[in-house]
Structure formats: C-alpha cells, structure tokens
C-alpha cells in the first residue's frame, strides 16, 4: 500500500482564520513532507521532517507552522494567510535515510484564501 | 547546485504509439537519484519510475522505461503504447541519499502529454 492521505480536499479561508491541513501514511516511512504547487508549476518544497524531526524548512513564512506529532502523521497549521497563499498543498513521505527516497505523495488540498 | 531542465512544455502523441519525454540534469554530486512523476488533473503526484547515478542499467516499470546517459546527463522517459490515461503533466526530478540535503527533490518545470485517441 503506498497511500498517503490529506484532509481536507478543498478549504477555503478569510485572511485572519487558523485552520489546520492534515496528513497521513501507513507505509512505516520516516521522512514527510509538505510542499506547495501553484497552477502549471512545480511542486515547491517548504517541509521536510525526518525521524520526527523538522531537518528543512525551505524559509517559509511563519504563518506555516507545520507539526509532526507522530511517524505517521504531519499538520500545516495555518494562521494569518495570504491571497497569494492560495495554492494546491502536497504532503509526500518516503522511507527515510536508510532506505530509499523516492517520495509518495497524496492527492493535495486545494486551498483558497480569500 | 542542481538543475532539472525540461524543454520541451507540451508534447503530443497518438494514443497505442510511443513517446519520449525529454530530462537533463546538472549536478556536480556523484551519487545521485532520478525520479519521474505523473501529475493529471486531479493534482496528485504519481512517482513513476526511479534511476540511481550508479545503476548500470536503464529502469524500466511496465509500460515506463528510463533512458539513462549518465555522460550526456540526460534522463528521458519513455511510454509505449500510449494510452489516453496518460494524458498529464509529468515531472522529471533529482534528489541525493542523504545527510542534510535528504529528501531535497529538484523538479523541472514539466511536460503536459497529451494523447490523441
């Protein structure tokens, strides 16, 4: 099984919400990911936590806090976005470093700030 | 630095032919991955098809081959028998095994694929 799950599929938000972007995976891996993917575009890194731990935050705008509370699981908590914010957000996981990094995505949540 | 060129931003193909899609890369690291991805409309990523720098031959999944010339650092990705499922943009990226830079994927700017019934 190589799933990765994301909830929601579509949020949409006013400039001064916090919510929150969910992520999950039961492949045992131990690096995740979060990136985002504005339209026709690559997928930009933001994220990487490996064994739990935050190793790369690609200078990301503290009103992207992410968390990883557990091996399985990885939030964006978000706070104060922006119109230009708005974007498809992707979570990845792969096995980690002593295993191989080609990386799992899920299906993204599309996110509106409005 | 690494680099993932893709030139060519749209290609056609009729649907049961083949087509190659098109990846050169620029890194001064000798250890190395090659990945491919898949992204129709959906949005979701869909990893395909993976090369290490040190793999002596081309990978191949199904109906995806991996045209590997480490000399040339190209990395083209070839679809037989194409299908109108294969309709997409797909990515070419490169990553490396570890310490720090772990995880660190560099993608191209894509291809979308389009296949002609």
């Known amino acids: 099984d190589t799933e990765v799950t994301q909830t929601p599929k579509h949020l949409v938000m006013g400039m001064t919400n916090k919510k929150s972007l969910k992520c999950e995976q039961h492949?045992?891996?131990?690096?995740m990911y979060w990136y985002k993917q504005k339209a026709k575009k690559p997928p930009e890194l933001m994220f990487v936590y490996s064994y739990e731990k935050l190793s790369i935050n690609e200078s990301v705008p503290s009103r992207f806090s992410p968390e990883c509370p557990n091996s399985s699981l990885l939030n964006l908590h978000l706070h104060a976005l922006q119109p230009e914010d708005s974007a498809l957000y992707l979570c990845?996981?792969?096995?980690?470093?002593?295993?191989?990094?080609?990386?799992?995505f899920g299906p993204g949540t599309r996110l509106t700030v409005t | 630095a690494q680099k993932i060129t893709q030139t060519q931003p749209g290609m056609f193909v009729q649907e049961k032919e083949a087509v190659t899609l098109d990846c050169t890369y620029d890194t001064s690291d000798p250890s190395y991955g090659l990945f491919w991805y898949k992204q129709p409309s959906s949005g979701e990523m869909i990893f395909l098809i993976y090369q290490g720098s040190y793999d002596q031959q081309n990978a191949t999944e199904g109906r995806y081959s991996l045209n590997f010339q480490k000399a040339r650092k190209s990395a083209n990705l070839v679809i037989s028998a194409s299908q109108l499922g294969d309709s997409a943009m797909y990515f070419c990226?490169?990553?490396?095994?570890?310490?720090?830079?772990?995880?660190?994927?560099?993608f191209g700017q894509g291809t979308i694929l389009t296949v002609h019934p």
């Open positions: 492949m045992g891996h131990r690096a």
């Open positions: 990226a490169m990553g490396n095994a570890g310490g720090t830079s772990y995880g660190k994927l560099t």
């Open positions: 990845a996981s792969s096995p980690g470093t002593s295993g191989g990094w080609e990386q799992y």
